[in-house]
């Protein structure tokens, strides 16, 4: 999968558990506020360290250099 599509489940997946947990779990206004800036930052931090991760795959920092005897 590319990184565009992978990067749209995740705004898809962060969409859905936004919505749950302001249908589900309502306990007031800033119980609510809670609840989904807690649900987004999770689906934030997920995705940046996949981000980080995968593009770190794509081109590496440190490129091994082998020795004429390997």
């Not at 749950?20 to 609840?35: E, M, Q, R």
């Not at 593009?55 to 020795?67: E, G, H, R, T």
């Amino acid at each position: 999968m590319g990184f565009l599509l992978t990067t749209l489940i995740f705004f898809l997946v962060g969409v859905v558990a936004a919505l749950s947990v302001c249908l589900c779990c309502n306990g007031g206004p800033s119980t609510n506020l809670f609840h989904f800036t807690l649900v987004v930052t999770a689906v934030v931090c997920c995705w940046m360290m996949w981000a980080i991760v995968y593009l770190a795959q794509l081109k590496p920092l440190i490129v091994p250099i082998l020795s004429e005897g390997e």
